[in-house]
C-alpha cells in the first residue's frame, strides 16, 4: 500500500525522501491527518481518564448539599488542597479569601457567598448577585449535568487536535526555511526542489519526532519543540542532500 510505503519511508528513510517529491498535496495531507490523530491519543486518554476520574471523586467525596432560597447548605463540609488547587465547601461559617493565599488557583463556598481565585485575582461574590431567587438545585441535579460536561471535554479534544494539526504544519514551514538556509550552498541550491517541495518534506520530516514525543510523554513527558525541531532538521537535511547527491529534478507539488 503506497501509503504505508510512504509513512516507512518518512520515519525511517531519509534517504528515500526523493521518493515522496512526486506525491500530491492530497496525499501529504493524509499523512499530516494521520500523524495528527496518533499525537492526539495520550490527550484523548487523559482526557477520558481525567473524567472518569473527576466524575468519580465527586460523587464520591463531596458532600450532600442544596441552593435554594440564594443560600446553600450543606450538612457537611469538603476540603480539597492539592498542587495548588484549593477547594472549600463550608456553610457552617464565613469563608475569608486569605484561605486562598497559598493556593495558585481555588474556590471557597460558604451558605451566601464564593470567593474565586484564578490567575493571581480573587473574586467574591455573593449568591444574590450571582443567582435568581427561583435559582435550585443539589449535588444529584448537577451530577446529571455530567453528559454536558463529557461534550465539553469532547469539543475541547477536538479543538486541542485543530491546534495540533496548525501546529504540525507551522512547525514543518519553520523546518522548511531553517533547512532551506542551511542547504543553500548544495548543488543545485537546495537539491533542485523548490520552497513548497522542501515544505512538503518538511511535513513527512515531522513524523518520526512526534511519533517519539507519543512515547516518551508516557513516560517523562513530551519532547520540547526545540529538539523535535532539531531531529527535523537533520532529517530534512540528509534527505536534500541525499537527493542533491542524486542529481534528482523531481515535480512540483
Known amino acids: 500500500m503506497k501509503f504505508l510505503n510512504d509513512f516507512a519511508i518518512a520515519l525511517v528513510h531519509p534517504s528515500r525522501y526523493g521518493e515522496l517529491v512526486k506525491n500530491t498535496a492530497g496525499r501529504v495531507a493524509v499523512f499530516a491527518a494521520v500523524i495528527v490523530l496518533l499525537s492526539s491519543v495520550t490527550l484523548v486518554t487523559g482526557a477520558v481518564t481525567a473524567y472518569n476520574i473527576l466524575g ?15 443560600t446553600l447548605t450543606s450538612d ?52 444574590t448577585e450571582l443567582a435568581a ?10 451530577y446529571a449535568y455530567s453528559g454536558m460536561v463529557k461534550l465539553g471535554i469532547a469539543l475541547s479534544v477536538v479543538f486541542s487536535i485543530i491546534l495540533s494539526a496548525g501546529g504540525l504544519l507551522l512547525g514543518a514551514l519553520i523546518i522548511a526555511w531553517l533547512s532551506s538556509l542551511l542547504t543553500f550552498r548544495l548543488p543545485r541550491k537546495n537539491a533542485g526542489l523548490t520552497f513548497g517541495q522542501v515544505y512538503k518534506l518538511a511535513v513527512y520530516s515531522r513524523g518520526l519526532p512526534l511519533i517519539l514525543s507519543i512515547v516518551t510523554s508516557m513516560i517523562i513527558g513530551k519532547i520540547p519543540f526545540i529538539i523535535s525541531a532539531v531531529i527535523s532538521i537533520m532529517i530534512l537535511n540528509t534527505a536534500l542532500f541525499k537527493i542533491s547527491m542524486n542529481g534528482r529534478q523531481d515535480g512540483g507539488v
Do not use: C, H, W
Open 133 to 142: 431567587p427561583e435559582t435550585q438545585f443539589t449535588k444529584a441535579s448537577l
Open 56 to 70: 468519580r471523586y465527586f460523587e464520591e467525596n463531596v458532600p450532600e448539599f442544596e441552593f435554594k432560597n440564594q
Open 76 to 127: 457537611d463540609t469538603f476540603d480539597l488542597d492539592f498542587a495548588g488547587v484549593k477547594i472549600v465547601l463550608d456553610t457552617t461559617r464565613q469563608v475569608s479569601g486569605d484561605e486562598l493565599e497559598d493556593a495558585s488557583q481555588g474556590a471557597l463556598f460558604d451558605g451566601d457567598s464564593m470567593i474565586v481565585k484564578t490567575g493571581g485575582r480573587v473574586v467574591e461574590a455573593r449568591y
